[in-house]
């Protein structure tokens, strides 16, 4: 049974509103100012249900801690801003074609990661 409890609204709107994958530090900072209190162990008990309930799915980037976003967006790709470390999601637009790949290679699938700075950090 699935319990609704005041932290795990906090927990499901911060990912709402912020729109982008989060750490659970980063789930932490959105969601205390609303529950006063709100543990960081709690934040990760809530986000380990909500992949169980696979409302999130991981972001796993190389070298970095898990971050999580909401399940079900399309296919997209991250942008990692080098100064604040934030990841943003990046639509996708590689298209490949028959002259993409070497001969006789068949394409399953593919991941991007970008890194750079982003427009808060651009200033």
């Avoid at 509103?17 to 209190?37: N, T």
């Avoid at 796993?60 to 990692?80: I, N, S, T």
């Avoid at 996708?92 to 993409?100: A, L, Q, V, W």
Wanted: hydrophobic residues 35%; aromatic residues 8%; charged residues 25%.
């Amino acid at each position: 049974m699935v319990r609704n409890t005041r932290q795990r609204g906090a927990i499901r709107r911060a990912f709402q509103h912020a729109d982008r994958p989060l750490s659970p530090a980063e789930v932490h900072a959105w969601a205390r100012p609303e529950v006063k209190g709100l543990g960081i162990a709690t934040v990760y008990r809530n986000i380990r249900a909500l992949l169980d309930e696979n409302w999130l799915v991981p972001v796993d980037l190389p070298g970095e801690p898990g971050r999580f976003e909401l399940a079900g967006k399309p296919h997209h790709h991250h942008f990692r801003c080098e100064n604040c470390h934030r990841v943003f999601d990046v639509e996708c637009t590689f298209e490949p074609d028959d002259d993409t790949l070497p001969d006789g290679f068949t394409l399953n699938g593919h991941e991007v990661l970008l890194y750079g700075t982003c427009p808060d950090c651009n200033g």
